[in-house]
């Protein structure tokens, strides 16, 4: 039988359901991170919230809990920086039902080794026990993070043409997306076998974006939108941040998919949109760049692969 994310428990359908409704009414929410512009300032703010999901069921079973932290940062400074944004400060919520406080102390160094690598402050938090709430020895994480910049400099998507090259930056595994589904399909044994790939964690890529932002966007927009791959993956989180009559193609074959990704795929029979609508597939960041500088960005991250295209059309993400 085929395992989907929608089987495992997850409906990214009533997610983005829920963001449209909402947008209805708040219409200025819906992209990676939230702008707040600073009156009488040539700043704005850009905030993000997130957790880490259910790959904390894993954190668990192995009794390792010094990596989710990093997790955590990333999620949120990973959105911010889809902006452009420089992050500036942090804040975690750390919750259980009775504190462990080895056990926290080992996430909040984590935290504060995400916050290091993002060139970020972990300025507080707030811990809360609530007995009865979670199972023993179990704990719930979220935080946010703030970051600036400069109004007019803001990276969002409206600036993308027919023509744009796509730039994948490589992951480190499944990041924080897709847990349900692969704790779905593996058993206790299999997920302690692929512990190593399963918990590495989240690849924070603030910095080197930041500086390719500021050689690539030095005097007018090079790299002109920016998309985490987390939740709805190549299909929804690419989508955001596309123009109208604006659509992308992923070509699958242009990278080497992990590992990985390919065992939770065969051994779930897992669809192959849902697999790329639910993880990240090896690529956890993509830039849209302008042609005449795509070599240049690939260049300059390295590892960095071609991997798709814009043209015109409707509005959508295709993979061939």
């Given at each position: 039988?085929?395992?989907?994310?929608?089987?495992?428990?997850?409906?990214?359908?009533?997610?983005?359901?829920?963001?449209?409704?909402?947008?209805?009414?708040?219409?200025?929410?819906?992209?990676?991170?939230?702008?707040?512009?600073?009156?009488?300032?040539?700043?704005?703010?850009?905030?993000?919230?997130?957790?880490?999901?259910?790959?904390?069921?894993?954190?668990?079973?192995?009794?390792?809990?010094?990596?989710?932290?990093?997790?955590?940062?990333?999620?949120?400074?990973?959105?911010?920086?889809?902006?452009?944004?420089?992050?500036?400060?942090?804040?975690?919520?750390?919750?259980?039902?009775?504190?462990?406080?080895?056990?926290?102390?080992?996430?909040?160094?984590?935290?504060?080794?995400?916050?290091?690598?993002?060139?970020?402050?972990?300025?507080?938090?707030?811990?809360?026990?609530?007995?009865?709430?979670?199972?023993?020895?179990?704990?719930?994480?979220?935080?946010?993070?703030?970051?600036?910049?400069?109004?007019?400099?803001?990276?969002?998507?409206?600036?993308?043409?027919?023509?744009?090259?796509?730039?994948?930056?490589?992951?480190?595994?499944?990041?924080?997306?897709?847990?349900?589904?692969?704790?779905?399909?593996?058993?206790d044994g299999e997920l302690k076998k692929y512990s190593k790939q399963l918990l590495a964690?989240?690849?924070?890529?603030?910095?080197?974006?930041?500086?390719?932002?500021?050689?690539?966007?030095?005097?007018?927009?090079?790299?002109?939108?920016?998309?985490?791959?987390?939740?709805?993956?190549?299909?929804?989180?690419?989508?955001?941040?596309?123009?109208?009559?604006?659509?992308?193609?992923?070509?699958?074959?242009?990278?080497?998919?992990?590992?990985?990704?390919?065992?939770?795929?065969?051994?779930?029979?897992?669809?192959?949109?849902?697999?790329?609508?639910?993880?990240?597939?090896?690529?956890?960041?993509?830039?849209?760049?302008?042609?005449?500088?795509?070599?240049?960005?690939?260049?300059?991250?390295?590892?960095?692969?071609?991997?798709?295209?814009?043209?015109?059309?409707?509005?959508?993400?295709?993979?061939?």
């Amino acid at each position: 039988m085929a395992v989907t994310y929608k089987k495992a428990g997850v409906n990214i359908d009533a997610g983005n359901e829920l963001v449209e409704r909402l947008k209805k009414k708040l219409p200025g929410i819906g992209g990676f991170g939230g702008l707040f512009p600073i009156a009488g300032t040539k700043y704005n703010l850009v905030s993000s919230t997130d957790g880490v999901g259910t790959k904390l069921k894993l954190a668990f079973l192995l009794n390792k809990h010094d990596t989710v932290g990093i997790d955590l940062v990333a999620m949120n400074v990973n959105d911010l920086i889809c902006a452009g944004a420089k992050p500036l400060f942090f804040l975690d919520y750390f919750a259980c039902g009775k504190l462990n406080v080895g056990q926290a102390e080992q996430v909040i160094k984590g935290i504060a080794k995400g916050c290091e690598l993002s060139g970020s402050r972990l300025i507080g938090g707030e811990t809360a026990e609530m007995p009865g709430f979670y199972k023993n020895g179990e704990y719930d994480l979220a935080g946010f993070s703030v970051g600036i910049i400069e109004k007019g400099k803001e990276i969002n998507g409206s600036k993308i043409n027919s023509g744009d090259v796509i730039v994948g930056l490589p992951s480190s595994g499944p990041h924080s997306n897709g847990y349900s589904l692969i704790r779905k399909v593996f058993s206790d044994g299999e997920l302690k076998k692929y512990s190593k790939q399963l918990l590495a964690p989240t690849k924070i890529y603030v910095k080197e974006i930041l500086v390719a932002v500021a050689k690539f966007n030095l005097k007018k927009q090079n790299i002109v939108g920016i998309a985490h791959i987390t939740g709805g993956s190549f299909y929804d989180k690419i989508e955001r941040i596309l123009p109208q009559n604006i659509r992308a193609v992923i070509e699958k074959s242009s990278w080497k998919v992990p590992e990985i990704f390919k065992i939770v795929q065969e051994k779930g029979n897992v669809p192959e949109k849902d697999i790329y609508r639910t993880l990240n597939m090896g690529i956890g960041m993509i830039l849209i760049v302008r042609p005449k500088i795509a070599l240049q960005v690939k260049e300059f991250f390295k590892s960095a692969k071609k991997i798709g295209y814009v043209e015109e059309g409707e509005r959508g993400v295709e993979l061939i």
